[in-house]
């Protein structure tokens, strides 16, 4: 299964703003995906884009869900803290600031603080207040 290029069209669908269409995709492709999906390469991508059209739609509810399956890619994704941050920036969204600090603070530790880099400022300053 060639994940980046079943991507693509979904992509597509968020750069034109169309999530609802993009997440209806990105569901139907999420359940082609062979178990153990982990071992599928580029699987873990579909996570962050449903995590990021969810968001774009409005649905914490759905981001939620799709952040949810991320632990399972950790060993996978040489644990530069890309899960914490993307479970950080859901509890976030979500106003879960305490489980968001938690996972940003793993997640600053592991990335060496290049999980922040060119994200939203919040979520920096979230880790960086001081308490």
Do not use: C
């Not at 390469?41 to 962050?48: H, T």
């Not at 859901?90 to 600090?101: H, I, M, N, P, S």
Request: hydrophobic share 40%; glycine share 8%; charged share 35%.
């Amino acid at each position: 299964m060639d994940v980046m290029a079943e991507l693509r069209p979904i992509g597509a669908k968020y750069s034109a703003g169309d999530f609802g269409a993009g997440l209806v995709e990105l569901k139907s492709l999420w359940s082609r995906v062979p178990d153990p999906k982990p071992e599928t390469p580029n699987a873990y991508l579909i996570i962050e884009y449903g995590v990021a059209l969810a968001l774009k739609e409005g649905d914490l509810e759905e981001a939620q869900e799709w952040a949810d399956r991320a632990p399972m890619f950790a060993a996978k994704r040489h644990d530069m803290g890309e899960v914490e941050f993307l479970i950080g920036r859901v509890a976030f969204e979500r106003g879960d600031l305490r489980k968001a600090k938690e996972q940003f603070i793993i997640a600053n530790a592991k990335s060496e603080g290049r999980a922040f880099e060119a994200k939203d400022e919040r979520y920096r300053l979230l880790i960086d207040d001081g308490s």
